[in-house]
């Protein structure tokens, strides 16, 4: 199976919330996957947070 991952369930992980982690880590990195819309999301986000020294 393969597995798109939205903007949220990135932003789940990368904080460690909701054992998404766990749950990630159970599959095979070959199959999981994130759209170019998400990256731009995530990185629009990133730019504009508070934390910017962090990217």
């Given at each position: 199976?393969?597995?798109?991952?939205?903007?949220?369930?990135?932003?789940?992980?990368?904080?460690?919330?909701?054992?998404?982690?766990?749950?990630?880590?159970?599959?095979?990195?070959?199959?999981?996957?994130?759209?170019?819309?998400?990256?731009?999301e995530?990185?629009?986000?990133?730019?504009?947070?508070?934390?910017?020294?962090?990217?």
């Amino acid at each position: 199976m393969k597995y798109l991952l939205d903007t949220n369930i990135c932003i789940y992980w990368l904080k460690g919330l909701n054992g998404i982690d766990t749950k990630i880590s159970s599959i095979d990195i070959d199959d999981i996957f994130v759209s170019a819309i998400t990256v731009a999301e995530l990185l629009y986000g990133a730019y504009n947070s508070q934390n910017i020294e962090k990217i």
